[in-house]
Structures are given as C-alpha cells and as structure tokens.
C-alpha cells in the first residue's frame, strides 16, 4: 500500500497545485463559473486516460463525476489554444513529481548510483503545429507536425526521473538528454540512436558508466594492437559469449569492454530481412554483405568492469532496456485514480 499512497499524493499534487499554477500561467480560465482550473486538469486528463478517442459527450460525463455539470457543448467551447498552453504545461509539471523506491529494486542494480535507461516515443500532431513541433514529413510517418518525448527511467528506485519535450524531427543522438550528465557510479542504458563516442569519453572521465550495442561501422581494435576485421574476429572466437578489452575509434580511442554473441539463425535471418526492407526503403539499394553479416550477433558495448559486471549480468540490464518503452504505471486502476484525484 506504501506505492498507492505515493501516487495518491502525487495524484493530489498534480490536480491541485500544479493545475492551479499551471491554470494561471496559461491564462485558460478568464473567469471562474464552473469550470475552475483543477476540474478541468482532470476532466481532461482523466477522461483521455479512461478514453484516448473519447469525445465531447464523453469528457463531459467525465466533468460531471468530477463534480461539474457542463454539456458537451461546453466542452467544445474549451478547445482552444490557451487549452493547449495549460495542457502543456500541466505535463510539464506533472513529470518532475518523480515517483520511485527509496530501495533498490533488485541486487544488481545496488552497485551503481543510479540505473538510467533513455529512450524516446515520437507522437504525431495536427499539421498546424508544423511551425512549433516539426515532424519528419510523411516517410517516417511522424507527419508534419510531431513532438518527441525523451524519457528517462531510473530501474533503481523505478522512478520516471525525466521527461524532454522537443521537436519530432530532433534526432535522438542531438537531444540535449544525450549529454546530460547522472552523477559518479551512475549507468546509461540506451538503443543506437544515441551512440555518440565522445558522450561516451565524458561519462567515463566523470566516472560514470554506459552500456550500449555498438554502432555498425565504429572501428574496433584490442589493446595494444590495431584495428580487427570484428565480424573475422568474433569467429574466430567460438560459439560462446566473447568478453573482451577493446578500443574503439571514431576522432578518438576510447578503452571499453565488448560483448557480444551469436544470434539463432531464425532470429538472425529476421534481422536481416528487417534491414534489407529498411535499406531498401531509405537509400533504394540493398545493405552490403559486411552489414548483412552483423545482422548474425548481438555486441555491446560498455566501461562497467568485469568485475562489476558477469557477461550475463550485463545481458540482463541491456535487455532490461525495454521497460521504458512500455513504461505506464499501473499501480492503481483507472476507477481509483478519480478517487485519488478527488
């Protein structure tokens, strides 16, 4: 009951003070009759939890569980710009009340700071908010107008540590989320979209630690030695994990530790069918037989040490990664949050 009554006092905090603030910086209600800038905060929110697609009737029965009776009508007038600036802010608001654990969540996760794994959901928007959220245009499917929302999930205390709105059409490797820093001991979990060699070399200079696959194309080399053929090399390593001390080079040498092992062909032919559709899509030809063959391995890249970290261990945490992406709280049901709320 402890997590209940956590959410129950954030739940109070975001439909109370924060609606409040929230209401005044936006300017959404000019004059106070029934709707007062809380009901509203949870007739919408509440009512695009319970309903994604719900309309104008609907938010209107949800109005009144809230305590204010308006028609659907009513609800109509409500759409406005200065709805969108309250709506905005709101969320903006609501992510800093961070929600987690004081406790670690697992053993594993007890040898670091912090456990930070980033990601990012692009959500399309109507095409005229292309001049404020640009999206990517048709062919990524974000359309014109799309906002993209770097997340950060912290598996350690599992608080939702960070939320950054920014343009759909800002890659993630640019995000300023990137290069935020988490403190000594802390470690980043994160896809390719971020893979950038000289993040990399600051977080280990300040003592903190990434995990991440490696990028296709990212020159590899042993220590002391140069540069290997890696899809040559990892066979000639056997059919096991490979653990390894490696540099790699892009502008600079960056000492880490590779992991990496083969794939079951089932798996393996379906990463390559993938990236010859996408391949295809994007650039109109097909992928080369070097990029092809990367498609049979999984290789990861980190500077936690062997010590701090088995293969296996390390497995775990990346795999761990999609946690974020599917990332809803679900610690009370959608009836108990209109009680929470009220």
């Given amino acids: 009951m402890y997590i209940v009554a956590k959410v129950g006092d954030a739940l109070q905090r975001m439909f109370g003070e924060i609606a409040e603030l929230a209401g005044k910086a936006s300017g959404v209600i000019q004059r106070e009759r029934k709707f007062t800038a809380i009901a509203l905060a949870k007739t919408f929110a509440l009512g695009f939890l319970q309903n994604p697609k719900a309309s104008d009737e609907d938010l209107a029965q949800t109005a009144a569980q809230c305590g204010v009776q308006v028609t659907p009508q009513a609800i109509d007038q409500r759409h406005t710009p200065a709805l ?119 977080m280990a200079s300040e003592d903190e630690y990434f995990l991440s696959r490696l990028h296709f194309g990212v020159i590899v080399g042993l220590p002391g030695e140069p540069a290997v053929e890696l899809m040559s090399w990892l066979a000639e390593q056997g059919q096991g994990v490979v653990d390894r001390p490696i540099w790699l080079s892009q502008k600079q040498s960056l000492p880490c530790r590779l992991i990496a092992w083969r794939l079951p062909a089932e798996q393996a032919n379906r990463c390559r069918q993938k990236l010859r559709k996408n391949t295809l899509r994007k650039c109109g030809q097909e992928p080369t037989a070097e990029r092809l063959a990367w498609c049979d391995w999984t290789i990861l890249v980190t500077n936690v040490p062997a010590e701090m970290l088995t293969p296996s261990e390390v497995t775990i945490l990346y795999r761990a990664r999609w946690q974020v992406e599917v990332y809803q709280p679900e610690c009370v049901s959608r009836t108990r949050l209109y009680q929470l709320a009220a």
């Avoid at 903006?92 to 594993?108: F, K, S, Y």
């Avoid at 770097?150 to 540590?161: K, N």
């Fill in 84 to 202: 969108v600036n309250f709506l905005e802010t709101l969320f903006r608001e609501a992510v800093q009340v961070v929600l987690g654990d004081d406790q670690a969540l697992a053993p594993i996760l007890e040898r670091f700071t912090n456990v930070i794994v980033l990601d990012s959901s692009t959500i399309t928007l109507p095409a005229e908010m292309k001049d404020r959220f640009a999206g990517c245009g048709g062919s990524c499917g974000s359309g014109e107008a799309a906002l993209k929302l770097q997340t950060e999930l912290d598996l350690r205390s599992g608080a939702l540590s960070h939320v950054e709105i920014e343009s759909g059409r800002s890659p993630d490797n640019a995000s300023c989320r990137n290069n935020a820093r988490h403190g000594p001991g802390s470690l980043r979990i994160a896809d390719l979209g971020y893979f950038n060699m000289t993040v990399f070399a600051t």
